[in-house]
């Protein structure tokens, strides 16, 4: 019998037992009745005994109780069946997520310390997004339960759950992402001069990132001496981050490795909106600053003085391209410009605006990165159309 039904069967049991009780003669054995005590008796009227209103109350009570305490028994039972699906359906989801990532027995252990709980519910949001992940790792650093044997477990258990730089699902937040052999585009800037260079990861931890230094001679470049080392990486599909890392140390052994300390200050660049294409043609454009093309473009001022540069179109996508130049104007470039130029052989009649992200000096030649503005759907897919051509060879290349 359940445990409702046999809380009914008490509270009806109950008002049954006082009547019984009520109904016990408790008068003489003996009858002592005479014609007499028919004879009617004016005294005053009949009354109703006090302990049936008591016990009509009480049954009116119980009934009321006893219906809202069993709405309440099985409203709270309902809840506990909810709430064990719900359990039931995230820790099925938990285990599929973790089977699915190769996730050790180890890390698995050590994500139930970092979110100090067992609770599946809580313990899916933090490996499905990385945002997530990172809050809950703030939050472990800065409280009582944090060790500094833990910092080796976070990096192996961010790297177990796939939250690296090559998983594009997620974003790139920190500089812990990267992994060995990641391309790196370095710049150091000291004396009112850029030096540029390519290096790669060559092995990281959770607060330092070790990276290959340039060579000088043959032999490799003391970057000791420098506060920081300006980075960008490029992740195809997705975006160009820009992050700058601080000189720690540099190895001087046989590995000759600069260290840098981890960050978490990521500055994303722009969105990839196509592929890029090899172009390699050299084509002419139009210098004016941007408060100049602002002017011009509402029509506020007649045409300024623009300045006419010949460049190397590297390379180009929908959303930019890249150009090269092998010596700066009279008035030096800078990030914020804009360069005008017509798209020859293509089908827009109207001239294109690149806006100057970046400019990077690279031996001896400058490399300059940008991106279309007020470019519209049609035109872009003019844009598409001419590198298909392009990438067709329909359109002559530079040699």
Not at 32 to 52: C, H, K, R, W
Not at 169 to 198: D, P, R, W
Not at 217 to 240: M, V
Not at 328 to 349: K, W, Y
Request: charged share 25%; glycine share 4%; proline share 4%.
């Amino acid at each position: 019998m359940s445990n409702s039904l046999k809380l009914r069967f008490r509270l009806t049991l109950l008002p049954l037992a006082w009547l019984m009780l009520c109904g016990i003669d408790r008068g003489p054995k003996e009858s002592n009745f005479a014609l007499g005590d028919l004879q009617a008796s004016y005294e005053g009227p009949s009354v109703i005994p006090t302990s049936f209103y008591f016990l009509l109350a009480f049954a009116i009570a119980a009934g009321v109780g006893g219906f809202f305490l069993l709405r309440y028994i099985r409203a709270k039972q309902e809840q506990e069946e909810l709430d064990q699906i719900v359990d039931d359906q995230a820790q099925l989801e938990l285990d599929t997520e973790l089977e699915a990532r190769r996730v050790s027995e180890e890390n698995r252990e050590f994500l139930r310390k970092l979110c100090d709980t067992e609770d599946p519910v809580e313990l899916v949001p933090v490996i499905m997004s990385f945002e997530e992940f990172e809050k809950v790792v703030e939050e472990f650093k800065a409280s009582p339960r944090f060790r500094a044997p833990a910092l080796a477990q976070i990096f192996n258990l961010r790297k177990a759950l796939g939250f690296t730089i090559k998983n594009s699902e997620y974003a790139f937040l920190c500089t812990q992402m990267l992994l060995n052999g990641t391309k790196l585009e370095c710049q150091i800037h000291s004396k009112g001069k850029s030096v540029a260079f390519m290096t790669s990861v060559l092995d990281a931890n959770e607060t330092e990132l070790l990276i290959k230094p340039p060579t000088v001679k043959g032999r490799p470049a003391n970057l000791k001496q420098f506060p920081e080392i300006a980075c960008r990486l490029r992740r195809e599909g997705d975006a160009d981050y820009d992050f700058t890392l601080r000189v720690l140390d540099q190895i001087t052994d046989e590995m000759n490795a600069v260290v840098l300390e981890q960050s978490k200050h990521i500055r994303t660049m722009r969105i990839r909106q196509s592929e890029r294409i090899s172009v390699n043609i050299e084509m002419d454009f139009q210098l004016v600053s941007e408060a100049q093309y602002e002017l011009e473009k509402m029509e506020e001022q007649s045409r300024g003085e623009h300045i006419p540069i010949t460049a190397k179109v590297v390379d180009m996508s929908a959303g930019g391209i890249k150009l090269q130049i092998s010596k700066m104007p009279a008035r030096p470039i800078i990030t914020g410009d804009v360069l005008v130029f017509h798209l020859a052989r293509s089908s827009l009649r109207q001239d294109l605006a690149a806006g100057v992200l970046q400019v990077v000096p690279r031996g001896g030649l400058f490399d300059l990165h940008t991106t279309f503005r007020e470019v519209d759907t049609l035109t872009r897919i003019k844009i598409n159309q001419y590198l298909d051509r392009v990438q067709k060879s329909e359109i002559p290349q530079a040699a």
